[in-house]
């Protein structure tokens, strides 16, 4: 059989749904009712309650303004009241968030810029998350894990290994060029819109977009991106590629996202050639770039980065059986950390015979 044939039959995970006309209409192939009405249960008291206290709960430093989680429980219902009445006229205005850049975990000298909202608008941004995540998380793919209630990182990494034991053993490691600062507004607005029809809503997503970002004295402008460290940005990056992964599920890759980091995993070289060409179309649509020098093909057998952990087969193991414990599960395996004599940790998944590690530095 020829490779192309080959790995063309080893596509299986194809939804039943199928295609719609354009790629935005992947946020709503049904074609389900809009929500015409939906700032009046944003600025509702009781909701704008319910976002101070996981806002609080989330703790963190205060924004441009200066103002803490203290100073804000101390005139609290002066504070939501103002929001609320704000929300109301339509007279709330974002200010810009704060930048901070922290080092990037296991990247020396790299950083990644957050942008930090001013308490205040943390809790709007949490108000409108309240409200929008259920209208949302009904649309997201099976394929994506990243903050959604009930998902996490280890079952993200079950799914990735199950797909490597049965055989999908050549990876597309890819990256994201600068994704949340090269967001598109129009577009990521155009996909909110196929859900929501309040104007009132929209405009206000628009105005946290917009809000621009002070640091080092100066204030920058913010024609794109979505900061990285506001509260509503996980729930916009996750309906801004939500098209790209239902229409590379469609195509039948086996796709495992969490936020801006995926993998696709395929059964030959030639299934992850084809995978990147259709990442590239499909995300060029939606206004996102692969990152040419950090997007790759790799053989598990030489291992790749994911979520933190080096995913790697090898012939042999690193850990004596007696230190590893491992408890498989259906669906995936659940792994179990032990120390070497080198200090290194690892994290192993699976059987015996199957020779495989996920490991990460120890701290």
Known sequence: MPERARWISSVSEKPVHPRPRRLVDWINPAGAKKVHSLIDKVYK???LEMAWERVKANRGSGGVDGQTLKDFAEQLDENLGRLQSELKEGLY????VRQVQIPKMGKPGEYRGLGIPTIYDRVCQQALLNRMQPI?????????????RGRSTKDAL???WKEIDSGSGWIVDADLKDFFGSVDHEKLLTLVAQRIADGRVLCLIEAMLKAGSYGKGQLFPTERGTPQGGVASPLLSNILLTPFDREMRHKGYQLTRYADDWVVTCKSAAETRAAIDAAARILKQLGVELHPQKTRIVHVRYGFEFLGYMIKRGKRFYLPAAKIRSQVRSGGCTPTLARNR???SRMRCGSARSGAYLWQPSS
Do not use: H, I
């Open 158 to 160: 079950r799914k990735v």
């Open 93 to 96: 205005q974002p200010r810009p």
């Open 45 to 47: 008291r009781k909701n």
């Open 136 to 148: 949302f998380e009904p649309v997201f793919d099976e394929a994506n894990y990243g903050y959604r």
């Open 342 to 344: 080198s200090g290194v």
